[in-house]
């Protein structure tokens, strides 16, 4: 049933620039930290731009150490436009592999599931092919924030 297979396409890469981690603490749901996001870039074959000031990660890590994600930030893109992107995710990095990371070491990717499904809302008539796109991301974390390669489900 090849009608069925899901193929995608690189819609952007995204840096994002972490400037600072707020922890709530534990809480009825779990760890609750906010991760405030100070900019970033995005590039890709049909959007570029930059990553306004005020987006973040309202993050919540449960008692297996498996973190949800729950990001809001807004696009800048190189043409002056404006595009809303809220996600939801996964971040789960085994202990091993997290001692290694807190340890500065630049782990592969592979090593540990940072998956997430950005959504967009735009007003724009440019962009508006964004208001009815499903993607899916693939992050890694830097030594000083996030990146992603975010893909269009076709």
Request: aromatic content about 10%.
């Amino acid at each position: 049933m090849k009608d069925l297979e899901l193929r995608t396409e690189l819609l952007f890469e995204l840096r994002a620039e972490v400037e600072s981690r707020l922890d709530i603490g534990d809480t009825a749901f779990g760890r609750r930290r906010v991760y405030v996001v100070s900019g970033g870039t995005f590039t890709g074959p049909r959007l570029r731009g930059e990553i306004l000031g005020g987006a973040g990660d309202w993050l919540v890590r449960g008692a297996d150490g498996t973190s949800e994600l729950d990001v809001r930030a807004t696009l800048s893109t190189d043409d002056g436009e404006l595009i809303y992107n809220h996600y939801r995710g996964i971040y789960h990095v085994p202990p091993e592999v997290k001692a290694r990371m807190d340890g500065g070491e630049d782990v592969p990717p592979s090593t540990y599931y940072f998956r997430t499904t950005p959504r967009f809302e735009t007003g724009s008539a440019k962009y508006g092919w964004l208001n009815r796109t499903v993607a899916v991301g693939v992050g890694r974390r830097t030594s000083t924030g996030i990146a992603y390669r975010v893909y269009r489900v076709l």
